[in-house]
Structures are given as structure tokens and as C-alpha cells.
């Protein structure tokens, strides 16, 4: 399904919803929590227990957890928090350890759902399919997570960088702030004669994937090195930092420093985030709004119930801010122990109502476009547990 034909439409709303976030408004609540709340236990006839906003409870409550994207880990703290007021008795743990580690984790039954900044890879979806019982281990988008090119330069307070510039800097190509690319496309900065710093991932990473395929999209003459999580051990140079906190910490404190990291963590380390371009010439500010038009320029690629996205990093949709990253929820269709399956459906009926979604504003993050988001609910009301 080619997400074009509502590309427009979802835009317009989510601006809309973006107004009544901004404005304050209470009036979000999610019309369809009630009947797409999970059931107390396999079988059970009982309803779940009506939480406040509009959430759900799972009856008999209990521990849920989930482990696995840092992209992510603002927005499932905020979840965490809006779940736990409402359900008492339940308690939310997410351990932040990275996507490959949180996947993993998953298919070792160490958790009940993993977070992933790239769809569950088909050798190890074979081996997660085991855990579902009569289903299958699905990829669920819930977050979109924009890319920020995050930089530490004194006296810049406004940057823009084409793909081309951004990958010479990142293969270290281009090496002082005022080389002759970046004056090009900055011609009413100031740039210091200033080492550039460029601070990647050291963990395996999905950020790091969708930043590479971006590059791999976008400037592959410059770009040579592949797709992988992991940072290619080809390029020389740079410095290495953990998980999407580190990375953002170390440009915070390196002079001259600039990452790549989720805009959720640009704002609290007091960082800007360039202006970008495919083509050289028109330059997009991140926000919300131009993030989400380009998830409506990706296609679900995956096979229903799976719900998996091709994203166009090469989008010249208009207002589009390319580099972006749609985090997943890996949970089981079916099949689960009939406890866990419960509270995964629950939190997840949660995260993906408009509520929940309308919720990521405030976090740096934007929300699903309504039809995606729409398929997302569908999916999880499915869910069914095992004995």
C-alpha cells in the first residue's frame, strides 16, 4: 500500500492535532480504547478495568517488560508514566539497551515485546516466530523518530548541509567548519577554522542503519559503506559513543562536534539541528510536521498482520525532512503466555490510539500518519493470547 494517497490528507490532520497539543487541549481522549482493550485472561469474559485518559487496564495487572531501542526510550518513558497513573497495578520496565540487544532479548523470552529501530530481520524473526504459539512475531510501527544532524559550533546558531556535505563530514572527507562545501551552503555564517569532531554510534544501531541507508540514498557517490547497525569499521577517525544519550552528551561537550541522533535528545543537551537537503538547494527545517510528510512518502512493505515500512530517504515530496527512523514494537500476534500477552496488548492499544500518539509532540518525536497508525490499532485489538 503506497502511503501517497493519504499522504496529503494525513499531513493536514496531524498539523491539526499538532494546534490542539500546543493549545493545551483535553479533548483526546481515544474513542476506541474500550473495544480495542485486551481481556483480563485467555478466555475470560471479564472487561478490563477503566484507567483514567482513556486507557485500559488489564485486569489482575502485573510487570511488563520490553527492552530495546534508545530511539525510542523517551516516548516509552512518557507512555510509561500516562499508563502507570491510570493502571496502578501495573508496572512498566524498558531497558534502553539498543535495538540488535532488545530483538535478541525478545527471542530469548527475557521480554514480553522489544523495541527496534528497523523491521525484525527474517533469520531472526524465524527464530522469534517460535515464541508465538499459532501466530507469528510482528513488526508494529509506533514511533517516528526524526534524525537530527545535531552540532556543537560556537557562534552558529543556523546550519545547512546538503546529503553530499553530510556524508564527506562523516567519512571524514571535509574536516574543518569552514571548508569550502559548508561556506557554500552557508554563505551568511560565520564559520570558525574549527576541527570537525564527528560522533557516531558505537553500538550496533538501528539509528545508525537509517542514517547509512539515507546516505547510501542520497549521496551514494560519497557513501560506499553499506546499510549495517554497525558504524563501518572502514572509516578512520571520528569518536564512538554509546546508545543515543552518549552520542548526544558527546557533541554537548565537544567543541566543534556533530552526531547524528534522534531529535528527542537534542533539546535537553542543548544542541541545534542543521537544515537538510537531497538536492543541494532547498534546505528543511526538522519539525514534526515535515518529518511526518515524509513517513507518507514510505510504503508498507510487509505482509498483514506485519506491518513493516519502506521509507523513501531519496523523497522530494515538499516540506519532507528526510532523515528519519521508524521505531517498531516486536510483539507476537499470537500465541503468548496469556498474562504477558494481556499487558502487551493493553500498552500497546494505549501507544498506538490517538491519544497515545498525540503524546509524542511534546517529546520531540511525531506522530503516525492516521492511516498507518489506523492499521497499527487494528493489529494490536488482534492480538491474541495463548494458555
Known amino acids: 500500500m503506497k502511503l501517497h494517497r493519504f499522504g496529503r490528507l494525513s499531513v493536514v490532520a496531524l498539523a491539526g492535532s499538532l494546534a490542539l497539543a500546543a493549545c493545551g487541549s483535553d479533548d483526546n ?34 510487570t511488563l517488560n520490553g527492552a530495546g531501542s534508545s530511539a525510542q526510550q523517551n516516548a516509552v518513558s512518557e507512555w510509561t508514566k500516562a499508563f502507570q497513573e491510570a493502571c496502578s497495578d501495573v508496572t512498566i520496565n524498558y531497558n534502553a539497551s539498543g535495538s540488535g540487544a532488545g530483538r535478541q532479548a525478545f527471542i530469548d523470552k527475557q521480554v514480553a515485546w522489544a523495541g527496534s529501530d528497523s523491521a525484525i530481520k527474517e533469520d531472526e524473526k524465524t527464530q522469534a516466530d517460535a515464541n508465538c504459539v499459532g501466530g507469528e512475531a510482528i513488526n508494529l510501527p509506533m514511533v517516528v523518530g526524526p534524525i537530527a544532524v545535531a552540532y556543537n559550533v560556537e557562534g552558529v546558531d ?53 542514517f547509512a541507508r539515507y546516505l547510501d540514498a542520497t549521496a551514494k557517490d560519497v557513501w560506499t559503506y553499506g546499510t549495517e547497525q554497525q558504524w563501518p569499521a572502514d572509516i578512520k577517525g571520528g569518536q564512538g559513543a554509546n546508545k543515543s544519550a552518549g552520542v548526544a552528551d558527546a557533541v554537548s561537550r565537544t567543541a566543534g562536534a556533530i552526531g547524528y541522533v534522534e531529535y528527542s535528545f537534542v533539546e535537553d543537551a542543548g544542541l541545534s539541528a542543521a537544515n537538510v537537503s537531497n538536492d543541494g538547494e532547498s534546505f528543511v527545517e526538522l519539525t ?5 510528510a515524509a513517513v507518507a512518502d514510505a510504503e508498507v512493505s510487509g505482509t498483514a498482520p506485519d506491518l513493516a515500512l519502506s521509507l523513501n530517504y531519496a523523497t522530494t515530496a515538499p516540506n519532507a525532512y528526510p532523515i528519519i527512523l521508524v521505531t517498531y514494537e516486536i510483539a507476537c500476534s499470537a500465541g ?15 501507544t498506538s490510539s490517538e491519544e497515545g500518539q498525540a503524546l509524542l509532540t511534546e517529546n520531540g518525536y511525531a506522530p503516525l500518519p492516521e492511516e498507518v497508525r489506523s492499521q497499527v490499532a487494528e493489529t494490536v485489538a488482534a492480538i491474541t493470547p495463548g494458555a
Open 29 to 62: 481522549s481515544d474513542d476506541n480504547a474500550g473495544s480495542d482493550a485486551p481481556a483480563a485472561t485467555s478466555g475470560s469474559s471479564s472487561a478490563p478495568d477503566a484507567g483514567s485518559g482513556g486507557i485500559a487496564c488489564p485486569a489482575g495487572g502485573g
Open 158 to 210: 543556523e546550519l545547512n548541509l546538503s546529503a553530499a556535505t553530510i556524508a564527506k563530514i562523516f567519512t571524514g572527507q571535509i574536516t574543518k567548519w569552514n571548508a569550502q562545501e559548508i561556506a557554500a551552503e552557508n554563505p551568511d555564517a560565520s564559520l570558525p577554522d574549527t576541527d570537525i569532531v564527528a560522533v557516531h554510534r558505537s553500538d550496533e544501531s538501528g539509528t545508525t542503519q537509517n
Open 288 to 292: 514534526p510536521e515535515n518529518a511526518a
Open 336 to 350: 503468548q503466555p496469556a498474562a504477558e500477552a494481556n499487558l502487551v496488548k493493553s500498552f500497546l492499544t494505549y
